[in-house]
């Protein structure tokens, strides 16, 4: 692997440098360099070049896991240490953003609903867990929130809202929505995080009144809620690429 490194970087540095680097010789580089890749070598060159096209059809959103998943639906084996290990190798990583804007604000004195889910999103039929949380879009005009309500059986999104502020009337607004789409007969759950959004006395009436059993994730606890989060990271990985996709276009 260090000879295969020097090979990639000798038109940024010299070989002798890049040697001393790494604690070999330059002559032990060139003897790799003079009798050819072994197989294991050649594999990977194969398995590199499947990553970058993977990679790269995809926005450059992907990470290993999702990698290896799309390599093996083409009938490609590998490992998703093994593309981990290339990736890394070759400064291949998905691409996210890491600006933040909090969105939930549970200190509050309003009553707090008990976990009902415990973790388990596991389901077999829709209309049993419906999951609910609050993120913010960074749009040229300023902040815009995003409240959702997804079906956890499937991850359908069948109800959202969004608005400037966010206030109990964006919640009960993904919420109606959800409603008129799906009109339970039965009585699903709604689990969310304890904002003060979903803790408010109109959105609670608003649950009772159609026989919706409220759940709320433990305090501070990330992964109770873990699943409506990931559809938001998600989402905003592909704004952010459609609009550098945007502005590339404008120059073009």
């Known amino acids: 692997m260090k000879f295969q490194f020097i090979d990639r970087q000798k038109n940024t540095h010299t070989v002798q440098t890049l040697c001393q680097m790494f604690g070999v010789t330059s002559s032990g580089y060139y003897q790799w360099k003079n009798r050819g890749k072994s197989n294991r070598e050649k594999e990977n060159d194969f398995l590199l070049a499947k990553i970058k096209d993977t990679y790269e059809s995809n926005r450059c959103v992907y990470g290993s896991p999702r990698i290896t998943h799309a390599l093996k639906r083409q009938s490609i084996s590998c490992s998703q240490p093994r593309v981990a290990r290339l990736m890394r190798a070759n400064g291949i990583m998905a691409k996210t953003r890491r600006k933040f804007k909090a969105t939930?604000?549970?200190?509050?004195?309003?009553?707090?609903a008990a976990d009902l889910v415990g973790q388990a999103f596991g389901l077999d039929g829709s209309n049993k867990l419906w999951v609910g949380d609050i993120t913010y879009i960074d749009t040229d005009e300023g902040w815009l929130y995003l409240a959702k309500v997804m079906d956890a059986y499937n991850r359908e999104i069948i109800g959202w809202a969004v608005d400037k502020h966010m206030t109990?009337?964006?919640?009960?607004?993904?919420?109606?929505?959800?409603?008129?789409?799906?009109?339970?007969?039965?009585?699903?759950?709604f689990h969310s995080d304890r904002g003060s959004q979903y803790a408010s006395y109109a959105f609670r009436r608003l649950l009772t009144a159609n026989h919706i059993?409220?759940?709320?994730?433990?305090?501070?606890?990330?992964?109770?809620?873990?699943?409506?989060?990931?559809?938001?990271?998600?989402?905003?990985?592909?704004?952010?690429?459609?609009?550098?996709?945007?502005n590339k276009t404008r120059h073009i």
């Open 213 to 246: 059993r409220q759940s709320m994730s433990g305090k501070g606890n990330c992964y109770d809620n873990a699943m409506a989060e990931s559809f938001f990271k998600t989402l905003k990985t592909e704004l952010i690429y459609q609009n550098k996709y945007q």
């Open 168 to 189: 109990k009337g964006l919640v009960i607004t993904a919420m109606e929505r959800a409603m008129r789409k799906r009109r339970p007969t039965q009585s699903p759950i």
């Open 104 to 112: 939930t604000n549970s200190n509050h004195t309003l009553p707090v």
